[in-house]
C-alpha cells in the first residue's frame, strides 16, 4: 500500500515540475536582460545542474532500498545484518560533495568579484542615485540635474552605476530581470551595477520589508535606445517642474505616491536629511 | 525613564478587528471552561500537586509537547490567515498592517515557541531513559526552564489582544524595530517574551549538558549513547554558546525602545546592521538547534525500523560535530545583499556550503541503514523517510542559496520562504511528529491508532508539496517574501491558489492528527511491554508508561543500542536477580512556577512601560532564587516494598499481554 | 538529581557528594555562557567606541585614578576570596567568614566608587542616551557592575548559611561555587580594564 503511495506522490511532484517548465512566458529571475542578470543567472543553472546530481543519486538509492528491503510477508524470518560502517563509502560520499562544492565554490567567487565592477567597462557608466524613503523610490540623475519617483529610465548598453541610501528603514533594490538586489541602508551608501541589454520595460521593488506601505513600493525600469534617452532628458528638463524646498520636504513623509518628475531637485542631499533628523533627535533626548 | 509611569497605552485592548473579537470570547470561554471542568471534578489540587509542581522529567516533557501543539495550532492558524489572503489577487481579507502582524507573530511562534518545546519534550521524554538516568541533572531547575518558557510564551501570545501585536517580521531588523519607526508595546512584547523564554532554553542547555556528561548508565561510554542523546549533547553546546548572543541583542534592543539608548538607531551614532549580526550569530545556530536533535529521532526511528543499528555510527557523530562548529562561522549568509564586500561574502559561501558535507554524509549514512533492512513502515517510520527527500529538495536548495551572487537573486523572495520551509518543516516538523508518535507509548501507555496516523501523513504531505513547490517557482518570476498582496497580470496567481489548496490541506492533516490523538485515547493499543515497536535503546526496556523513578535497578550497558543486544543476549534475567535498593528522588516544588509568574508580570510591565511594576517582578525573581538558596531540597526514597509493587504489576499485565498476543 | 547524602570522603567536601560534582560542572556550563555574554557585550563596545555623534569620547571621560583604584579594589578582593576558599579547605569556618567578608567590602568599595564614577558621567551630560559609544559603555561596564552587585547578595546568603551550618558538603558547595563566580568576574574586570579603559585612553 504504502508503494502505491509514494508512486502516485513521487508521479505528483514530477508533474509540477514538468508545468513549471512549459508555464506561461518567463518573467523574473528566469528572464534574463541584461549582463548582471544574466551572470546570475548562469550560476543558477550552473549550481541547478550540479545538484541535480546529488538529488538524483540520493532519490535513486533511496527509492531502490525502499522497494528492495520493505517488510513483505514472505521475509518477515529475515534478520538483517549488523552493520558498522564501511570507510571506503564514507570517504566516496565525502569525497564527492567536496568536488561539488568546489566547482560551485570557484564560479561563486568568481563572479562575486566580478558583480563589484562595472559589467561593460569599456563603456562610459551612468550614475544615479536611489534612495529609498518610506515607502517610495527616490531617483537622482546628478549628470543630468533631474531627479524621478517610482519609476526610472536608462539608456540601454549603458552600466549604471546606482548608489544607494535610505531615509528611514531599510528596504532592498531588486529588478530581477536586469539583475540581484543590494540593500539600501539609513547611513550607509552601497553601490549595484545593473544594465539592460536592449529597451524594454521592467518590474522594480523593494524586496526587504519595511512596514506597512512595503507592498506597494515599487518602480519601472525602463530601458530606451540612447537617443530616446536623450530625448526624454531635454523633454523632462523643459516640461517637468522644478523640485522646491516643500515638495522634498513632503516626500520625506512616510506613505506611497504616484510615479512624479521633475527637471531639478534642491540643494540640499538627501543624506543629510538622515543626519539632520539623528541631529534633531539629540536635541530631542536633552 | 518615568518609574511611576502608569500611562495607558492608546489601544490596551484590541479593537476594530472582528477576527479579534471573535479571538477575546473564545479566549474567554475556553477559560471559563478550563475553569469550570477544574473546579466540577474537583482537579484543582490534582492540576497543582501533580503538574504545576512536578520536577519529573517525564511530566515536564509531556507539558512542553502540550503546550508546542498548541502552539502549532496558533502558528499554523495564522499560516493559514496568510495563504488565504494571498489565494487570490488583490483580495484585502487582511489589510497591510494585520498581515504584517501575523507573518510575524508566525516566524517567531513556530520557531520559538513551537519547535523549541516541541523538540525539549521529546529530549525531556527520551533522554533520561536512553542513558538509564532516573532524571536530569538538575530537576527543579528543568521545571523552571519549562515555567519560564511558558511564561515568555503566554507572554507573547496575549500581545494579539492586549496591546497589539508585533509587526517587525520575525527577525525583528533595525531600525525598522526601534522606537523611532515602530512605537508601542508590540516589539517590547517580542523582546520580553523571548527574554524571558530564551534564558529557560540556556538553562536547559546546561541540565541536558551536565545531565549527559555525568549521569550515564555504568559502561555507557560517549561513543555508546543513542543517536538523539548524541544530537542533545551536542545542542546543548550550541545552546550554551549561541542563547546568550540572544540574551543581549535583545536587551540592547530593549534599551534602545525602553531607556532611549542608541545602539541600533541612526540618531546618537548607532548601527542599525549590528542587530541583524547579533541576530544570526545567534539566528544560524539556532537552525542547528532545532535540526540536530531532528537528526537524532531520525537516526532512532531508522534504526528501529529497520531493524539494523545505524549505519556508520562515528561519521554521525562526527558529522553532527563538524555541523554545529560550521553553524557558527555561517551567519553573514543572511545579508550578503547588505554590502559586506566580496571577500566577506565569498568567505561566508563557501563556508555555507562545507555545511553541505557532513550533512550529506548523514543522508548517505541513514540510506546505508536502511540497505539490506527489513523496512516497516509505520507513521513514524514514514514521516522519516518522508524528510529524506524532503530536506534533501531543502538542502540542494540551501547550496544555491549558498552562492552569494545568485543569492542576490534569491534573497527575500519565496525561493528563500521555500527552502528554509523545506528544511524546517521537512527536518523539524516532520521529527516532532515521528518523535511523538514513535515515544508516544512509552508517556501514556498507548499506541497512536496507525490508519489515522496515515491519513494525516499522507494528506500532510502532499499538501505540504502543493503548498511550497511553487514558491520555488513564484520566487524565481520576483514574488518578494512579506508583501500581504500582489496585483494580477505577473502570472503568480495560479501558483498561490495552488500554495494555499496546499496550505488548506495541511492544515487538514493536523487535524486528523488531532483527532487520532482523540481516538486512540480511547481505541488505541495499549501497550503493556513497554516496548512495542521491538526498539533497541533503554527507553523501551521499562514499562509503558515508565515508573516515576524510570529503572528499579540501574541498567549496565555493553553496547550501542544496549536494550537490543540484551534482547539478542538473554541479559535481562541476569539484571533482574540484582538485589533492589531504595531510590532517591527529588522533591516536587511549587517554586518554578510562582517564579515564572514573577518574571511573567515583570514582563509585562516593562511592555507597558510600567516600570515600577517591572522591578516588582524582578524583586519577586530575586526573592525567590534567596528562598530557594536558604531551602536546600534533600530528596526522599521510594521505599523497596514499594518499587516492588510497581514492578510486579507491570510484569503481570505484561505477562498477561504476553499471553493474549501469542 | 542526584542523592546529595552519598558521600565520597576521599575528595575535596564541595566534590563528595554526586550532587556537588553535578552542580560544580553546571556551572563551569553558565561560566560558559557568561563568557559569550560578555564576548558579545565586548564585541558591540567595540564596534561603537567610536560612534560618539559628537558627544564625549572615552578620552574625555575616564580618569586613570579612579579605574585604578576601582581595579585594585577588585582584584584584591579576588585574591582575599582566593584565601577565603583555602580556609574552607583548612576546614576552618572562621578563617572563611573573615576572608569573605574582607571580599564583600573590597566588592561593597569597587561598586561605590563605580557608581560615583557612572553618576559622574551622567552630570555631565554623557549618560546612555548620549551616544551609541556610551550606550554600550553602560552596557557592558554596567553588566559587570550588576554582576558584582547580584555576587554580593549570593555570597551574603552563602556565608550566612555556613555560618549557621558549619561546612557541609552543600554548604562547602555553594562557597566553592561563589568563589568561582566571583573569580570570573574578576576576570571579566581585567578585560573590561584593557579594552575600555586603557584602549579609551590611547585611542
Not at chain 1, 567536496?98 to 563589484?116: D, M, S
Not at chain 1, 562595472?118 to 518610506?134: A, F, G, L, R, W
Not at chain 1, 537622482?140 to 552605476?161: L, M, S
Request: charged share 15%; hydrophobic share 50%; glycine share 8%.
Amino acid at each position: 500500500m504504502a508503494r502505491g503511495h509514494l508512486k502516485k506522490v513521487l508521479s505528483l511532484v514530477g508533474l509540477i515540475f514538468l508545468l513549471a517548465g512549459c508555464s506561461q512566458v518567463k518573467t523574473g529571475v528566469l528572464n534574463p536582460q541584461g549582463p548582471v542578470a544574466q551572470k546570475q543567472y548562469d550560476l543558477i543553472i550552473w549550481s541547478v545542474a550540479l545538484m541535480s546530481i546529488i538529488f538524483v543519486a540520493v532519490v535513486g538509492i533511496f527509492v531502490f532500498v525502499l522497494v528492495k528491503y520493505r517488510e513483505r510477508p514472505d521475509n518477515l524470518d529475515y534478520e538483517p545484518p549488523e552493520q558498522e560502517g564501511s570507510r571506503w563509502l564514507e570517504i566516496i560520499w565525502t569525497v564527492i560533495p567536496v568536488i561539488i562544492v568546489i566547482a560551485l565554490a570557484i564560479p561563486t567567487t568568481k563572479t562575486t568579484f566580478e558583480l563589484e565592477r562595472s559589467p561593460s567597462p569599456e563603456q562610459k557608466p551612468m550614475k544615479i542615485e536611489v534612495t529609498s524613503v518610506d515607502w517610495k523610490w527616490i531617483f537622482r540623475y546628478p549628470e543630468q540635474g533631474i531627479e524621478t519617483v517610482n519609476y526610472i529610465k536608462i539608456p540601454a548598453n549603458v552600466p549604471i552605476d546606482f548608489e544607494l541610501n535610505a531615509v528611514g528603514a531599510m528596504n532592498s533594490f531588486w529588478v530581477p530581470e536586469l539583475g540581484g538586489q543590494e540593500y539600501t541602508m539609513p547611513g550607509m551608501t552601497m553601490h549595484l551595477w545593473l544594465e539592460a541589454d536592449k529597451p524594454g520595460t521592467y518590474l522594480g521593488r523593494s524586496s526587504n520589508f519595511s512596514g506597512k506601505g512595503f507592498t506597494h513600493m515599487t518602480f519601472r525600469v525602463i530601458s530606451q535606445e540612447k537617443e530616446d534617452f536623450n530625448k526624454w532628458i531635454s523633454h523632462v528638463k523643459k516640461t517637468a517642474p522644478e523640485q522646491t524646498e516643500s515638495d522634498y520636504l513632503k516626500l520625506m513623509k512616510p506613505g506611497n505616491v504616484p510615479e512624479m518628475t521633475y527637471s531639478s531637485y534642491p540643494a540640499v542631499f538627501i543624506k543629510e536629511y538622515e543626519k539632520q533628523q539623528g541631529g534633531e533627535k539629540h536635541h530631542h533626548h536633552h | 525613564m518615568d518609574l511611576f509611569n502608569f500611562k495607558k497605552p492608546e489601544h490596551f485592548f484590541v479593537t476594530g478587528e472582528p477576527m479579534i473579537y471573535m479571538a477575546d470570547v473564545l479566549i474567554v470561554l475556553t477559560m471559563l471552561g478550563i475553569v469550570f471542568v477544574l473546579t466540577y471534578y474537583k482537579k484543582w489540587r490534582w492540576l497543582w500537586d501533580e503538574w504545576l509542581t512536578t520536577v519529573d522529567h517525564k511530566k515536564i516533557g509531556i507539558m512542553y509537547l502540550i503546550s508546542a501543539v498548541l502552539m502549532l495550532f496558533r502558528g499554523g492558524v495564522d499560516a493559514v490567515l496568510m495563504r488565504t489572503q494571498l489565494a487570490l489577487p488583490n483580495l484585502k481579507f487582511l489589510n497591510a498592517q494585520h498581515y504584517n502582524e501575523i507573518f510575524t507573530t508566525h516566524g517567531t511562534i513556530m520557531i520559538i515557541f513551537m519547535a523549541m518545546p516541541f523538540i525539549f519534550g521529546l529530549m525531556n521524554i527520551a533522554v533520561p531513559l536512553q542513558i538509564g538516568a532516573r532524571d536530569v541533572a538538575f530537576p527543579a531547575l528543568n521545571a523552571l526552564s519549562f515555567w519560564l518558557f511558558a511564561a515568555g510564551a503566554l507572554l507573547f501570545n496575549i500581545s494579539f489582544v492586549i496591546g497589539g501585536s508585533p509587526d517587525a517580521g520575525w527577525t525583528s531588523y533595525t531600525p525598522l524595530a526601534g522606537n523611532e519607526l515602530d512605537p508601542g508595546p508590540g516589539e517590547n512584547y517580542y523582546l520580553l517574551g523571548l527574554q524571558i523564554s530564551g534564558i529557560g532554553t540556556l538553562m536547559s542547555g546546561i541540565n541536558f549538558l551536565v545531565t549527559i556528561l555525568k549521569m550515564r548508565a555504568p559502561g555507557m561510554k560517549l561513543m555508546k549513547m543513542p543517536m538523539f542523546t548524541w544530537s542533545t549533547l551536542i545542542t546543548s553546546i550550541i545552546i550554551i554558546f549561541a542563547f546568550p548572543v540572544l540574551t543581549v541583542a535583545l536587551a540592547l534592543l530593549t534599551m534602545d525602545r525602553l531607556f532611549g539608548a542608541h545602539f541600533f538607531t541612526i540618531a546618537g551614532d548607532g548601527m542599525p546592521m549590528l542587530w541583524a549580526n547579533l541576530f544570526w550569530i545567534w539566528g544560524h545556530p539556532e537552525v542547528y538547534i532545532v535540526i540536530l536533535p531532528a537528526f537524532g529521532i531520525f537516526s532512532e526511528v531508522i534504526s528501529t525500523f529497520a531493524r539494523k543499528r545505524l549505519f556508520g555510527y562515528s561519521a554521525m557523530v562526527y558529522s553532527m560535530v563538524a555541523i554545529s562548529a560550521l553553524s557558527f562561522v555561517v551567519w553573514v549568509h543572511h545579508f550578503f545583499t547588505m554590502g559586506s564586500g566580496p571577500w566577506i561574502n565569498s568567505l561566508f559561501s563557501i563556508t555555507t556550503m562545507l555545511i553541505s558535507i557532513p550533512t550529506g554524509v548523514k543522508i548517505f549514512n541513514w540510506l546505508f541503514t536502511l540497505y539490506k533492512g527489513r523496512i516497516r513502515f509505520t507513521t513514524p517510520m514514514l514521516w522519516t523517510l518522508a524528510f529524506i527527500p524532503t530536506f534533501l529538495v531543502g538542502g540542494i536548495t540551501g547550496v544555491m542559496l549558498a552562492s552569494a551572487p545568485a543569492d542576490y537573486q534569491y534573497h527575500n523572495s519565496y525561493f528563500l520562504i521555500s527552502h528554509f520551509h523545506y528544511t524546517l518543516i521537512g527536518g523539524t516538523v516532520f521529527a516532532c511528529f515521528a518523535g511523538l508518535i514513535y515515544w508516544w507509548p512509552k508517556m501514556f501507555g498507548f499506541k497512536l491508532n496507525e490508519r489515522l496516523g496515515k491519513w494525516s501523513f499522507w494528506i500532510f504531505i502532499i499538501g505540504f508539496n502543493l503548498c511550497f513547490i511553487p514558491m520555488y517557482l513564484i520566487g524565481l518570476k520576483g514574488m518578494p517574501r512579506r508583501i500581504y498582496t500582489y496585483p494580477a497580470g505577473l502570472g503568480w496567481g495560479t501558483w498561490n491558489m495552488i500554495e494555499t489548496i496546499g496550505a488548506y490541506l495541511m492544515g487538514i492533516g493536523f487535524a486528523i492528527f488531532v483527532y487520532c490523538i482523540i481516538y486512540s485515547i480511547r481505541h488505541g493499543e495499549r501497550d503493556t511491554t513497554g516496548d512495542p515497536w521491538d526498539g533497541r535503546t533503554l527507553e523501551w526496556s521499562t514499562s509503558s508508561p515508565a515508573p516515576e523513578y524510570n529503572f528499579a535497578r540501574i541498567p549496565q550497558v555493553n553496547e550501542i543500542d544496549a536494550f537490543w543486544y540484551r534482547k539478542r543476549n538473554k541479559a535481562m534475567k541476569v539484571e533482574e536477580s540484582k538485589p533492589l535498593k531504595p531510590i532517591h528522588m527529588p522533591n516536587k516544588t511549587g517554586l518554578p512556577v510562582i517564579l515564572s509568574i514573577f518574571m511573567f508580570i515583570a514582563g509585562f510591565g516593562f511592555v507597558f512601560e510600567w516600570h515600577l511594576i517591572g522591578i516588582i517582578g524582578l524583586l519577586g525573581v530575586l526573592g525567590c532564587l534567596a528562598w530557594r538558596s536558604l531551602h536546600e531540597d534533600k530528596g526522599f526514597y521510594i521505599p523497596v516494598d514499594i518499587i516492588q509493587q510497581t514492578e510486579a504489576k507491570w510484569k503481570k499485565v505484561s505477562a498477561r499481554g504476553k499471553s493474549i498476543t501469542s | 538529581m542526584a542523592n546529595p547524602s552519598q558521600v565520597d570522603t576521599s575528595k575535596p567536601l564541595e566534590y563528595q557528594s554526586e550532587d556537588g560534582k553535578l552542580k560544580i560542572l553546571g556551572i563551569w556550563a553558565f561560566l560558559g555562557a557568561e563568557i559569550v555574554l560578555f564576548a558579545t557585550l565586548f564585541a558591540t563596545y567595540l564596534s561603537l567606541h567610536g560612534q560618539t555623534a559628537g558627544g564625549p569620547t572615552s578620552q574625555d571621560l575616564f580618569e586613570v585614578k579612579e579605574f585604578m583604584i576601582e581595579t585594585i579594589l577588585l582584584l584584591t578582593s579576588s585574591f582575599t576570596c582566593g584565601l577565603a576558599v583555602m580556609e574552607m579547605r583548612k576546614g576552618s569556618k572562621k578563617g572563611y567568614l573573615c576572608w569573605m567578608l574582607v571580599t564583600l567590602l573590597l566588592g561593597l568599595g569597587f561598586l561605590v566608587m563605580e557608581i560615583n564614577e557612572f553618576a559622574t558621567y551622567v552630570s555631565e551630560g554623557a549618560g546612555l542616551s548620549r551616544s551609541a559609544f556610551l550606550s554600550a559603555f553602560f552596557a557592558l561596564v554596567g553588566t559587570h557592575g550588576a554582576h558584582v552587585t547580584l555576587g554580593i547578595g549570593w555570597v551574603l546568603l552563602v556565608l550566612y548559611q555556613v555560618y549557621k551550618q558549619g561546612f557541609t558538603p552543600v554548604t562547602a558547595r555553594k562557597a566553592f561555587i561563589t568563589g568561582l563566580y566571583w573569580h570570573f568576574l574578576d576576570v571579566v574586570w581585567i578585560f573590561i580594564f584593557t579594552a575600555v579603559y586603557l584602549l579609551g585612553m590611547v585611542s
